[in-house]
């Protein structure tokens, strides 16, 4: 069975390598984020139960949002990828039947 891995081992996968910036301000915002929940439980700052349980609710409008978009960007990537493929498919025939056309009126093979 695969061990889940930590924040420390996907430090550990991703050092030597050259990030994306957009992964090192990802990185970046999510140390900010545990730094300061850090420094506020030191200070004695605490939220309310239900403020706690709205953020939740919150959070998963959030996401499920962020996935309704991610599916309707893949739905319309697949419509023009289907597009682009029948395009080409129609310009492929047509270059085939242009050079098959005089190549076969040139050997009287081409009946019109």
């Known amino acids: 069975m695969a061990k889940p891995v930590g924040q420390a081992g996907i430090y550990e996968m991703l050092s030597g390598r050259r990030l994306d910036p957009a992964l090192k301000r990802a990185m970046s915002l999510l140390e900010s984020i545990k730094d300061t929940e850090r420094e506020q439980l030191e200070m004695g700052i605490d939220y309310p139960e239900q403020h706690v349980r709205l953020s939740v609710v919150h959070t998963r409008q959030d996401v499920v949002l962020i996935f309704s978009y991610l599916n309707s960007i893949a739905e319309t990537t697949r419509i023009m990828v ?31």
């Open 82 to 112: 289907n597009w682009i493929a029948f395009i080409g498919w129609l310009v492929l025939a047509m270059f085939i039947f242009n050079t098959a056309v005089p190549f076969l009126k040139s050997m009287h093979w081409w009946p019109f």
